[in-house]
């Protein structure tokens, strides 16, 4: 990746401790997912029905701004949790928490607070379908751009670089 790119990515995707934290701890985490011109079982996706790539995006839960990407990874070897455990779980600060899907369950609630947790409290149901319909939001932007909503049929080393840079530009669109 280049060196501007980097320092791009450096100051558009690092709002993750904002001044108005509000002592909430915790941020949106979802997976997302592209289909590709491959064929491997590494790469199989059961979403997809196909071969794709798998990517961790997480949100500030304040501002909705994209504060963490980790992958690309292959579908067929890595799921969500695992993709978690070996990126974002070790980046967070102590008692802090992501918000998820019930695919990160295996870290509720140390690490994840999701809907199926034991420790959920149904009254913040309504506040957190807010919080995980902003990832939706991101995930529709992402799929507006042509090269991640079809099958990706260009070098594949390059797809982290596009993605990122997708991401970017995602994050400006926001400001």
Known sequence: MSQ????VLNLVLTPRHSENRCGLSSMPCLSWSTRINWTSKAFYSHKFKGCGLWYEVA???????ICW???????????????FRMGL????DEGERVEA??????????HVKCPKSLTSDPVNKKLKSR????????NKRFKQWKILKEVYRHNIADHGSVFRSIAVLTQISFQ
Not at 4 to 7: D, E, G, I, T, V
């Open 4 to 7: 501007s790119l980097c320092l």
């Open 59 to 65: 949100l500030n839960i304040l501002t909705g701004d």
């Open 89 to 92: 779980m070790g980046e967070l």
């Open 101 to 110: 899907d019930d695919g990160y369950l295996g870290e509720a609630p140390l």
């Open 69 to 83: 990407i980790n992958g690309p990874f292959e579908p067929g070897k890595y799921n969500d949790l695992m993709i």
């Open 131 to 138: 919080v995980r319909s902003r990832h939706e939001t991101c």
